[in-house]
């Protein structure tokens, strides 16, 4: 595993499901008293090059965090972006899960992405024990891996790839083959007309714009194994620990399946039951389970009332007119593709005030009173009073994924607006070519040679005209070369990088990029 991972880095990128913020909220809901994100001593295993946890560091530098990494190549990769931000509240480590002491210390919140079924059993057993010895009494263990039944069609794409790359060595050569070999496979796939050719078809289609890591280390790494999330449940209860929920929260509700589901499932009486059936029905291939320990005072009877005490965020496409005065459903748009339907008016105009603050965090107290007001002024006095409405649908877009909640009711930087300035961590990802950046709430933003050109210029020295003639020049000289880019004439090519420019210089303060 390590030649593989050292020759062929993981993409190491923000799971935003992983984040303390995120954790502690899902803890809180299950009626545990999660440790405080603020200063949480975190440790992740698999760490990679620290993708993940470089941006919790750097947005929590009261917290504590260490990632352990057995690739070399991936922690130097990791160490020299550390270097450059000057943190002192991290560390990444080479080190081997199995060989792991008790010196290491305890943490509220343990983090393993990627790793638990790309492992042989004797590591997934040490995982789950490193989890159990070393949590707080309240913390939170965030454990990823593939499942069963879903993974069935995706294992004949992965068997397929070995097959076709059978005694090849090199990683870089199987990738390359494998790569080559899905090219020509794909345009075979779409003349056939079979369930299996459809199926296919849709994991070619995911695989093609996925990255080349990916590709290689699920489908081409010696070891897949994925869980069936009963046993995983049953194994987890015999190293001392319990299941908590999915992060993916709405996958515990069966009523997302339609009522004749909810009704049948509930004869099953047992938590790992309803949720193997539940896998069953949604032919799912990937959880990503929150722990804690078995001693732990968990309910799985949510109380939404425990949404008053929490912050809100979201980034929403807004409706173009919004009816705040009936109760209408209307579609708001997440995650680019997504409609989730909103009905309650007082829902509708929160949606409108978090989507306007994003990406702060506002008080539930303060998200009604400003939602309130909204309706007031549209004329909706009777729907303005009823905080129940709001709390049934805000917990629904939360478990959607919608909305965000998280127990911090931290304000972000809009940056200046006459000379702009990433931070740090921004203009150290940028210099380092990772073709991406970390977010305020803990997703990423690919970045192309042009959007990743002006991040390094984001040093708070331009003012928005000299940036704009600075890639001007970068471009015309061939300092910057964008094949894409075939501007007629000077003046057009100024406005062309004059628009780009203003572009993502809303989308880097949109996203907590600038200070």
Known sequence: MNDSYDEIPYQSIPFTDSDPENLAALGQMFGLDAPDPTRARVLELGCASGGNLVPMAFRLPEGRF?????????????????????????????????????????????????????????????????????????????????????WRMRGVVRDLLLYHTRGIEDPRQKLDKAIAFLAGFEPVVTQVETEAARFLREDLQRLRISHPSYLYHEYLETWNQPQFVSEFIATVEGQGLQYMCDADLKSMFPSVLGEQAESWLEQFETLAEQEQYLDYLGNRCFRQSLLCRAGAPLSHDLDIGRLRHMAFFANLGIPAKVNLRKARP????????????????????????????????????????????????????????????????????????????????????????????????????????????????????????????????????????????????????????LPDLKPTTPDKLKAQVGANVERFLKLFARQGILE
Request: glycine share 8%.
């Open 66 to 150: 260490l990632g352990v990494e057995l690739a070399a190549r991936q922690v130097q990769d990791g160490q020299r972006l550390l270097a450059e931000l000057g943190l002192d509240n991290i560390r990444i480590e080479q080190g081997d899960i199995m060989e792991l002491g008790e010196g290491i210390g305890e943490f509220d919140y343990i983090i393993t992405h990627g790793v638990y079924s790309w492992v042989p059993p004797a590591v997934q057993a040490r995982i789950l024990e490193l989890c159990a010895r070393h949590l707080v009494p309240h913390g939170i263990a965030y454990i990823s891996y593939n499942t069963w039944p879903g």
């Open 330 to 481: 209307e579609d708001f748009t997440f995650g680019g593709d997504k409609d989730v339907q909103v009905t309650h008016p007082l829902a509708k105009a929160a949606l409108m005030e978090l989507t306007t603050c994003y990406p702060d965090a506002m008080p539930f107290a303060e998200l009604v009173e400003s939602a309130a007001a909204r309706l007031r002024a549209a004329g909706n006095d009777t729907a303005a009073e009823d905080v129940n409405g709001l709390l049934s649908e805000l917990f629904i877009l939360f478990t959607h994924q919608a909305v965000g909640m998280t127990p911090l009711q931290r304000r972000h930087s809009r940056g200046d607006a006459e000379r702009p300035r990433a931070h740090r961590l921004a203009r150290a990802q940028a210099a380092q070519q990772l073709g991406h950046l970390a977010t305020a709430r803990h997703s990423t933003i690919l970045l192309d040679p042009f959007s990743t050109r002006l991040v390094l210029y984001l040093d708070g020295r331009r003012t928005v005209p000299e940036l704009i003639e600075q890639l001007t020049t970068d471009i015309r000289e061939q300092r910057l070369v």
